[in-house]
């Protein structure tokens, strides 16, 4: 039975129960524990230098009071790049294919910064809304605009995360059908779309790491 090309963005389920919980406790099953010890393994060692890293270049560009939120940015980045790699790999699912999954974390994140910015800083946070030097006739144009782009923002984001992924996926699939199909019959056009795959799925990694 052939199966439809969209089947495998379906939450995958085992009598009728969704297996995406499981799908997204993988990541940290993956991590190894730190010790208490003063000297760790190599692969400890090299996991505390990445996220160090990361943190590190993830906090820049911000200022010393946002820092308390390096734990939550730092996990979460991690969680949705281990996830998007694991995706990659065959017969896997991919829970950032799921749109409610990407709004159930995009939507909480967006309305936090959103409360805390009026809430320290109301002044500027209502700022954006009209930008400086607007002829007055269209400042409640610009404001309804400026309004409805604030509360599109995380639906947008979200979809476009689904969107990429759904699309690299769906793409690399095609390519390798096409790749098999082609193989006993016209082996030199197999062989040049198999490379073409190989520089999608390379592209694909790009693409899992960047979204």
Do not use: C
Not at 4 to 10: A, I, L, R, T
Not at 89 to 100: A, H, R
Not at 128 to 150: F, K
């Amino acid at each position: 039975m052939a199966l439809n090309f969209f089947d495998q963005f379906m939450s995958p389920t085992f009598l009728g129960i969704p297996l995406i919980a499981i799908a997204l406790t993988l990541p940290w099953v993956l991590y190894p524990s730190p010790s208490s010890r003063w000297l760790n393994n190599r692969i400890i060692t090299l996991q505390s230098w990445f996220i160090n890293r990361f943190t590190q270049q993830l906090l820049i560009p911000l200022n010393p009071g946002g820092h308390k939120w390096a734990l939550l940015l730092t996990s979460l980045m991690i969680f949705l790049l281990s996830i998007n790699l694991l995706g990659l790999l065959p017969y896997t699912f991919t829970p950032t294919t799921q749109l409610s999954l990407n709004m159930g974390l995009a939507a909480p994140l967006w309305l936090a910064t959103v409360i805390i910015g009026l809430r320290n800083q109301p002044t500027a946070a209502l700022g954006h809304l009209l930008p400086e030097g607007t002829p007055t006739p269209l400042i409640p144009i610009l404001i309804i605009i400026e309004t409805i782009s604030l509360f599109i923002r995380p639906l947008a984001l979200g979809v476009r995360l689904t969107a990429n992924l759904t699309a690299g996926h769906l793409l690399i699939q095609l390519i390798a059908t096409a790749a098999f199909v082609l193989l006993p019959t016209m082996t030199t056009v197999a062989l040049l779309t198999a490379t073409i795959l190989f520089l999608l799925t390379l592209l694909g990694i790009a693409v899992a790491m960047i979204q």
